[in-house]
């Protein structure tokens, strides 16, 4: 069995940064792509980044490239999301998830194990 614990969210305010951490438990953590995704209230739950099982290719959604960096630590079981310049429409829950494949694919039906989320509030 999998799990996913999210950390690091937080009230923070315009401009600010945060690193969100998601720690894996069990086994085969580095054989997959791991993804980021977000949900803010009365909305859908969107995409924000992903990594593939090696660490060497990322991608992100358009509003978010140049202000956050996913990465991992295979050896801690980890992986994060460094987000900087946070702004008033990046505030939602985050959650950690981890692909079915090592390549990254698109779509939440693409990722098969959830963390519960964290909370990310942006204030101006």
């Known amino acids: 069995q999998v799990q996913l614990v999210e950390s690091g969210g937080g009230l923070v305010q315009a401009g600010d940064s945060l690193r969100l951490s998601c720690a894996a438990s069990?086994?085969?953590?580095?054989?997959?792509?791991m993804g980021w995704f977000r949900q803010a209230p009365g909305k859908d739950r969107d995409f924000v980044a992903a990594?593939?099982?090696?660490?060497?290719?990322?991608q992100y959604t358009d509003s978010v490239k140049g202000r956050f960096t996913i990465s991992r630590d295979s050896a801690k079981n980890t992986v994060y999301l460094q987000m900087n310049s946070l702004k008033l429409e990046d505030t939602a829950v985050y959650y950690c998830?981890?692909?079915?494949?090592?390549?990254?694919?698109?779509?939440?039906?693409?990722?098969?194990?959830w963390g519960q989320g964290t909370q990310v509030t942006v204030s101006s």
């Open positions: 990594i593939d099982w090696s660490g060497r290719i990322t």
């Open positions: 998830a981890r692909g079915r494949l090592q390549t990254i694919r698109p779509g939440a039906g693409n990722y098969d194990y």
């Open positions: 069990g086994r085969t953590f580095s054989n997959y792509a």
